[in-house]
């Protein structure tokens, strides 16, 4: 017979693996070691998003090497000259930038946020045909010489680029993911904290699928300190409601900054920042990420790259955490999802043609 510890244990074990399901090829991944390593990031792109994570990573101190790679050499050695003058307060890490990419060899991590960001809907197709072209180009010279690093995708449209990268680099599907829906929510926590006149911690909130025009909140998981918002108000996700309106702010946030300002940049790299502050200091941080979904596994009808609760840790993404929808929610998720396998499918008809 099992003494009261004994079934205790049972229990958690039990708890954990209705918690968390874990990617199929993640046999080899371990969340074990705490220790910080001597870390090499690679960052391609060197604009306002490429930048911005650079100086987020330095500022949080993540980086003993840090390499900014771009088409446009001049433009990533003058950021790189830019940001090392104020290495020494920095931790003095080396700072560099190449267009060579054997200088990504044995990287722990390498970062893509090359390409164009989408204007607007009309804007979309371009922007993913432009910016796939570029990742053929670029993923397996990447790979091939840090055959051992996590990809980070960045660049838009995030969750379609983030699939395609895997299949790119013939990476383990743990070790590619994307920001995916982690600005989305956000930026709903901010919109709900303002709402409702309370700090932006207080507020949980989740946010999954495709990141943007579908992304789907869930609002039978948010809560205040706890509370659940649909305790609250039962009609909370309802099209007409206050937090229907919240939701396309979210939505539409980069069209309005792009219309305001020519680009977004900041918040998308802090949130950049905190999933590779999870995979360095190998944190088991439970963020939302685009990460490789097989379809039968989580009710939806095919594979596809989308973003769910992920467990982070070094080698990627270590579980997704699994959730009860209401129906509606599941049956959102589900359009989201079959919208990102169309827009797969037809990048990789088009790249091989």
Known sequence: MMNETQENVMEKAGMARFLLSRPVDCAGSSSDSCTLPRTKIVIVGSGPVGVAVAVGLLFKRLAAELILMDENPEMARAEAEDIAAAAVFLGSPKIRASTDYSEARDATLCVI??????????????????????????????????????????????????????????????????????????????????????????????????SGPTSVPIWSAASVMGMKLKDIDKDIGDPEGFAAALHAKVVNCNRELIRRKGQHCWAAALCTCEIIDAIVRNTCACLTVSTFVKGCRHGLEKDVFASLPCVLGRGGVLAYMRHLYTPEEQELTSRSCRRIYEAQKSVLGRLEE
Request: hydrophobic share 45%.
């Open 113 to 210: 946020a090359a390409g164009r960001q989408q204007r607007d809907e009309a804007d979309a197709e371009a922007v993913l045909q432009q910016n796939a072209l570029l990742l053929k180009e670029l993923v397996p010279s990447l790979t091939k010489y840090a055959p051992n690093s996590v990809l980070l995708v960045v660049s838009e449209p995030v969750d379609v680029l983030s699939h395609l990268a895997m299949k790119l680099s013939g990476f383990p599907s743990q070790r590619v993911l994307g920001l995916g829906t982690l600005l989305d929510n956000c930026r709903l926590q901010h919109e709900l904290a303002k709402e409702l006149g309370v700090n932006q911690a207080a507020v949980h909130s989740m946010v999954i699928a495709e």
